[in-house]
């Protein structure tokens, strides 16, 4: 059985080819960012810290990868950067390991940034969130995101969630809508 960032590369995996561009949507430290550049065709990503630049920038380079374009920005805001469809965006939320855990990602910017991606994502194309519901901000996320995905129109998105409903403490679970 696949963990849970090991599903999510996955179900991404399964979606995309050399040609695809797609969004980290938040970068944290650039574990996402690494497997989708050795992936796809480009990688936008956003983070609203720069430590997550910084130590996304030096994953990359240490890797030989220039096929990516790093902002420094909340991911609500990634319309700001991307005026065209792309095959598929990763939330991975929470807070940036090793980092201030006071800061994390927010519910009603992740919703909004939700609910811009699904006009910028391409047929068959997906978006993957994993969710950490382990902190109060967490737990805020996993029943927004929920209550939204679960008011997506059917004939449009299929939606999954992956989780391990056996272990304590709230574990990360993922997310996944992909475009019919």
């Known amino acids: 059985m696949e963990k849970i960032l090991q599903f999510a590369h996955s179900l991404i995996k399964n979606h995309i080819n050399n040609d695809d561009i797609f969004i980290d949507m938040t970068i944290g430290n650039g574990k996402d960012t690494l497997f989708l550049c050795q992936n796809c065709k480009f990688v936008y990503g956003f983070d609203i810290q720069q430590l997550a630049l910084d130590n996304t920038k030096k994953l990359l380079n240490d890797n030989n990868l220039t096929n990516y374009s790093l902002h420094l920005l909340s991911h609500d805001l990634f319309d700001e950067i991307i005026d065209f469809k792309v095959k ?93």
């Open 88 to 180: 598929g965006f990763i939330f991975n939320l929470g807070y940036l390991p090793c980092g201030n855990k006071i800061i994390t990602t927010k519910a009603h910017t992740t919703i909004l940034a939700l609910k811009k991606a699904l006009d910028y994502l391409l047929p068959k194309g997906i978006i993957v969130i994993v969710v950490y519901p382990g902190h109060e901000e967490g737990k805020n996320e996993k029943e927004a995101i929920l209550k939204y995905v679960k008011s997506l129109d059917q004939k449009d998105f299929d939606v999954i969630v992956y989780s391990f409903i056996n272990q304590i403490n709230n574990p990360p679970f993922v997310i996944a809508i992909e475009r019919k």
